[in-house]
């Protein structure tokens, strides 16, 4: 895979970081270039990803599903199967082992939902190492079971209650917290965002997802026509695709539509957005013609973030990987009738890509083959699908 060694990808990605920052992600760099092909590091990362985590995660043929629509075969990748219930803890191990390599003490990472702070929790807790995660104090009251989650698995939760008291504060408070203690300190960021070398970092150890598909497809005597992944920050989309880049393979990223693109209720940073720096990174952005972030929704949680990964502004540019957007109505119908069809309830960051599946099947040869990479179960979703159903039947 390719490493873009001042961190660029086109004109994406780089290191829009303050000057206290620099030594920090240079030896973060050093670090990761040097430990990503050791030995012994890889082995015990799979290690780790095998007997921990349950890797390799099986490519599922959704037969059922795939017979309704009438048209091209459907294979899930399940990493919904994973411990902790999705992708995120490709990462997590990843990282926090490296940082078990530098010498750190300290982990700090920050959270949405809390899913990737309860993936670092749960990291950190299996490789003996201490973790602190910063959250908006409002998504400390909406996501409480979280919080508790992460106290059970040893970590130390610190609200912010600053700004809007979500995400993008409990971020600045993270690099705030990194800056006064680089020394000691190991930044575990979630998703393939930031500076350089976090974007391809996360790609990397979420790359597995990718490279396990293209070996299960030969092992069916298959090569996969499409494939198709849903993105947030992007690392579960960029670990999909990044192996299969070189291929002939369709490649599709599905973000979230929410009420529409026209209601400016979404999180389509890519179909609707423009380019900015934000969070250490050139990319594209949901902003203001001002530059001030703009406020996103979806339905998923974990979809809701104002930027994306720098390596996928470049891939759509370049238009190696289309980029569409699936409403929060076409996702909870994707949610229901995989759950209906196959027996399992996907994420609702899933079902968007799901949701896009659906439609592209539909209209493909049944030699045809769509692999979705299905990134999250989605137990934790089911009150929300609720309220959505009860909501829009009275309206
Ligand atoms: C966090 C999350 C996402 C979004 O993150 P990416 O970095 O875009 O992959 C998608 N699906 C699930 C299940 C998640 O938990």
Redesign the pocket.
Known sequence: MRYPKDGRFGEFGGRFIPETLVPAVEELEENYLKFKNDKEFKAELDYYLRVYAGRPTPLYYAKNLSEKLGGARIYLKR??LLHG????INNTLGQALLAKKMRRKRIIAETG?G??GVATAMACAALGMKAEVYMGSKDTIRQKLNVFRMNLLGAQVHPVGSGSRTLKDAINEAIRDWIANVETTYYLL????GPHPYPVM?RDF?SVIGEEIRSQMRGIGRTPDIVI?????????I?TFCPLVETDAEIIGVEAAGRGLESKKHSATLSAGSRGVLHGMMTYLLQDKDGQIAKTHSI?A??D?PGV?PEHSYLKDSRRVMYHAATDGDVVDAFLMLTRTEGIIP?L??AHAVAWAIKVARRRRRSESVVVTL???GDKDVEEVQNYLNRNVKD
């Not at 992944?229 to 989309?237: I, K, L």
């Open positions: 990493e919904d219930g999705a992708h995120k939902a899913q990737h979630g998703s393939a965002v996360v979420q992944a849903c993105v947030g920050g992007g690392s579960n989309a670990g998923s974990g979809l973030y990964g994420a960051e899933s990134s999250g179960r």
